[in-house]
């Protein structure tokens, strides 16, 4: 679009991003790479001082705004300036430039028509801590609807817009909506021109049905002023639609019948609280946006999601401080004790687990042919011939040995046990002395030779 006008000096206008009856918005950048964000208010102020009714409205919102960002939150847009346009004198309101679509956006194609419950709990938790935090500074936005909440597509949190409404009079307001708000968002007081805190809590539980139904309860069908008013009433009059039914009739086709099954699984908490927040009458409805942020975390940290778990909860309160419950309670764990002692197993047995008594099986196999070779080949300290050079064949030795038995040899034998071995090749002889293995037996001393009483003789 076009640039028409100036805003002001230092604040470059780059065309608008959207236009309506309340005003229209227009990305400007400022001098450098800021770009921001301006809403401009469509009432003229046609003289800058406090005589102006206008201007002084103006300037006194304007403050509240102020006190908005002074404890900066992740989920409400900064405001970083405001004043009047150079052209055509108009109010403006200069915020930061979210990058990244908004909830409207984000349920048309190539998108899905509903959101997850994983994502609508976020954005649930996300915009009350916003409208806790307006609201705790006395600021009401007046203007809740899908296109006023971006997701931030650099810091992936869901970001309150636009405090358009929320720097005009009552009577500039109640002109505002009653020719071009957004009537499918609007609470049931704002068509007698009032704006309470519980008027952002009825639009923040439209866009939670809005998400989860895939279309607002009250759909404006036309922009004609009859297609209007019937929303004006069904929102004074008709009870909200079946959440759950128009959710899986916009369940999208895509999606696995497991995953189908389990989107259809919403909390009931969740369905709990957009009902309250719909109520009809404003002190029906939760006090404010502290208390409805207050009940997404009691209900978020105390796993309310778990039907199982808050029943157990109540159980064991109920134990603590009902004395009859109590004594039921342990008179029960009493016979549920007996009866396991009663089916538990003799105290004579012991029971040990199948692989641990295949283990046992084999390490006594193993045992007993140990037993069995030791017995084979060492009873009485007798050693078969052979026994000596299956062992050296086994540590690899290939030497000649001459294996002696003690039982064997005569009592004139020399003492000396080792015979010089010749190699056969060509290099000069070497005498190598090599000694036999002797049996690890226990000589008789009553029969041993005094002259082999020195075996390291040579």
């Given at each position: 679009m076009s640039k028409v006008f100036t805003i002001t000096e230092g604040l470059e206008n780059l065309g608008a991003l959207r236009t309506g009856g309340q005003g229209s918005v227009y990305k400007a950048r400022r001098i450098g790479p800021l770009i921001t964000a301006v809403k401009?208010?469509?009432?003229?102020?046609?003289?800058?001082?406090?005589?102006?009714?206008?201007?002084?409205?103006?300037?006194?919102?304007?403050?509240?705004?102020?006190?908005?960002?002074?404890?900066?939150?992740?989920?409400?847009?900064?405001?970083?300036?405001?004043?009047?346009t150079e052209s055509g004198s108009f109010p403006y309101i200069e915020m930061e430039y979210i990058e990244g679509p908004d909830l409207e956006e984000l349920l048309k194609p190539p998108h899905d028509k509903i959101f997850t419950i994983k994502e609508v709990i976020k954005v649930a938790d996300?915009?009350?801590?916003?409208?806790?935090?307006?609201?705790?500074?006395?600021?009401?936005?007046?203007?809740?609807?899908?296109?006023?909440?971006?997701?931030?597509?650099?810091?992936?949190?869901?970001?309150?817009?636009?405090?358009?409404?929320?720097?005009?009079?009552?009577?500039?307001?109640?002109?505002?909506?009653?020719?071009?708000?957004?009537?499918?968002?609007?609470?049931?007081?704002q068509n007698e021109g009032r704006m309470l805190f519980q008027t952002d809590v009825?639009?923040?539980?439209?866009?939670?049905?809005?998400?989860?139904?895939?279309?607002?309860?009250?759909?404006?069908?036309?922009?004609?002023?009859?297609a209007r008013n019937n929303v004006r009433l069904q929102h004074i009059e008709q009870p909200v639609p079946n959440l759950l039914a128009l959710r899986k009739e916009n369940m999208p086709e895509s999606w696995p019948e497991d995953k189908k099954a389990m989107e259809m699984q919403v909390p009931d908490w969740l369905i709990a609280l957009i009902?309250?927040?719909?109520?009809?009458?404003?002190?029906?409805?939760?006090?404010?946006?502290?208390?409805?942020?207050?009940?997404?975390?009691?209900?978020?940290?105390?796993?309310?999601?778990?039907?199982?778990?808050?029943?157990?909860?109540?159980?064991?309160?109920?134990?603590?401080?009902?004395?009859?419950?109590?004594?039921?309670?342990?008179?029960?764990a009493s016979r549920a004790f007996a009866a396991e002692e009663q089916q538990a197993?003799?105290?004579?047995?012991?029971?040990?687990?199948?692989?641990?008594?295949?283990?046992?099986?084999?390490?006594?196999?193993?045992?007993?042919?140990?037993?069995?070779?030791?017995?084979?080949?060492?009873?009485?300290?007798?050693?078969?011939?052979?026994?000596?050079?299956?062992?050296?064949?086994?540590?690899?030795?290939?030497?000649?040995?001459?294996?002696?038995?003690?039982?064997?040899?005569?009592?004139?034998?020399s003492s000396e046990n080792t015979v010089p071995v010749q190699p056969k090749t060509d290099t000069p002889q070497v005498n190598r002395e090599i000694k036999p293995k002797v049996p690890e037996t226990i000589p008789d001393t009553t029969q041993t030779d005094t002259s082999n009483s020195n075996p390291d003789q040579q």
């Open positions: 401009l208010i469509p009432t003229p102020i046609y003289s800058e001082n406090e005589d102006d009714k206008n201007y002084r409205n103006f300037l006194n919102e304007v403050e509240k705004l102020k006190r908005v960002n002074q404890q900066p939150n992740p989920n409400v847009v900064k405001i970083l300036s405001s004043g009047v996300q915009l009350a801590c916003a409208l806790s935090h307006c609201h705790n500074v006395g600021v009401r936005h007046g203007d809740i609807k899908s296109n006023n909440v971006k997701f931030n597509i650099h810091s992936g949190n869901y970001v309150l817009l636009d405090f358009g409404l929320a720097v005009m009079s009552d009577e500039q307001r109640r002109t505002s909506l009653r020719n071009a708000g957004a009537i499918e968002f609007m609470a049931p007081e009825y639009s923040y539980g439209i866009i939670l049905f809005e998400l989860l139904a895939g279309r607002v309860p009250f759909p404006l069908n036309d922009n004609g002023e009859n009902n309250k927040c719909l109520a009809k009458k404003p002190e029906q409805r939760y006090a404010d946006g502290m208390a409805l942020h207050e009940a997404i975390n009691e209900h978020s940290i105390s796993g309310g999601t778990n039907a199982e778990l808050q029943a157990e909860n109540d159980r064991l309160r109920a134990l603590l401080y009902d004395p009859v419950a109590k004594s039921k309670a342990q008179a029960e197993p003799s105290s004579d047995m012991v029971q040990i687990s199948k692989p641990l008594f295949v283990v046992m099986m084999i390490l006594l196999v193993g045992f007993m042919g140990i037993a069995g070779y030791y017995t084979l080949f060492y009873h009485n300290g007798k050693t078969p011939e052979n026994t000596g050079q299956f062992a050296d064949t086994l540590t690899g030795k290939n030497d000649t040995t001459i294996h002696t038995s003690s039982g064997e040899q005569d009592n004139n034998t």
